[in-house]
């Protein structure tokens, strides 16, 4: 028998070193007859060097959520080559004000929202409108709960948006929030399918993947189905992690992730990236 050519894929990460994710894409790839390229984002950026890289590369899968890998994708698309998921999504899809807006719009369950003026005393007079304590504030983009935080009042309020401007390099929009007591929910799509859920739960009331330490998993019922169905058609985003809360028994979809986990169950791990690339194999023809 003939040996088949092998499928050159790109996988784009940062890191200082392999991380149990690279080697279980690569030990992967290699048992799926794929070539993985790998462009580390946090080394290796020289232009001519990419461009020669990716030269044979059908397409490309990004593993990170970092503002230089961002621009790599970019630079790939606009070199013609297809990244899973495209750097829009990150623009749009990730900006939860952007996120909110959008699931009004669809009519998907989220959490009540509003965009705050710049100006403290138009943003108090907002919060004071929108009246929902304790209210979360959050900037429009952010990761790992870094800028979340949860106001008792105007004034704690004030505080907070003072200390986000003052940690952030530059002042970004933040949005106001109802607040929601719930633990996370998480739901990993690839493909459009759900491929594993977990609880997370931590102490204090941001279960974020640093914060939170156990994960179990859960059912999926017919709402949640629903939901992350019209989810993935709506934000046609291929691979995410969708976090949901859940008040008074209904589904609450908090936000989209694109560059989702793999590693809320160790043992799942390898069968999750295995996924991505059958889904990255699939695309290309
Ligand atoms: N409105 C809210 N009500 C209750 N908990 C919230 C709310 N918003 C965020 N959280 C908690 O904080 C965590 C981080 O918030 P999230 O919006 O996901 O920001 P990030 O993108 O930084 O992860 C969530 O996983 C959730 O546990
Ligand atoms: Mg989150």
């Known amino acids: 028998m003939q040996k088949m050519k092998k499928i ?31 462009f580390n984002t946090a080394k290796d950026i020289d232009e001519e060097d990419i461009k020669k890289k990716a030269k044979n590369c059908r397409i490309f899968y990004n593993n990170s959520a970092e503002e230089f890998s961002l621009e ?18 990150n623009y749009y899809d990730e900006d939860k004000w952007m996120f909110f807006l959008k699931c009004e719009r669809h009519k998907i369950p989220t959490l009540r929202t509003i965009l705050l003026s710049e100006t403290i005393p138009t943003a108090k007079k907002e919060l004071e409108k929108f009246n929902s304590w304790p209210v979360v504030l959050k900037r429009v983009i952010g990761t ?24 952030g390099s530059e002042r970004l929009p933040i949005i106001a929030q109802e607040f929601v007591k719930s633990p996370s929910y998480r739901v990993t799509i690839i493909d459009g399918k759900i491929v594993q859920t977990a609880i997370k739960k931590s102490k204090g009331w941001k279960a974020t993947g640093v914060y939170a330490k156990h994960f179990k998993k ?19 985003i291929k691979v995410c992690g969708i976090d949901l809360l859940k008040k008074k028994g209904k589904w609450l979809v908090l936000e989209i992730n694109s560059t989702p986990a793999f590693d809320f169950f160790v043992q799942e791990r390898k069968k999750l990236i295995k996924k991505v690339l059958d889904f990255l194999k699939r695309r290309i023809k």
Do not use: C, H, P
Request: glycine residues 4%; positive net charge.
């Open 8 to 38: 050159v894929i790109g996988y784009i990460f940062n890191e200082n070193n392999l991380t149990k994710d690279e080697r279980l894409f690569l030990e992967t790839a290699e048992k799926e007859n794929i070539e993985l390229v790998l």
């Open 72 to 89: 790599i994708v970019k630079t790939l698309e606009t070199l013609g080559k297809k990244v899973v998921d495209s750097s829009r999504k």
């Open 144 to 167: 790992m709960g870094q800028y979340v935080d949860k106001a008792e009042n105007i004034k704690q309020a004030e505080k907070i948006i003072r200390k986000f401007w003052k940690k």
């Open 218 to 236: 859960f059912k999926v019922d017919t709402e949640l189905k629903k939901i992350t169905k019209k989810i993935t058609k709506t934000f046609n």
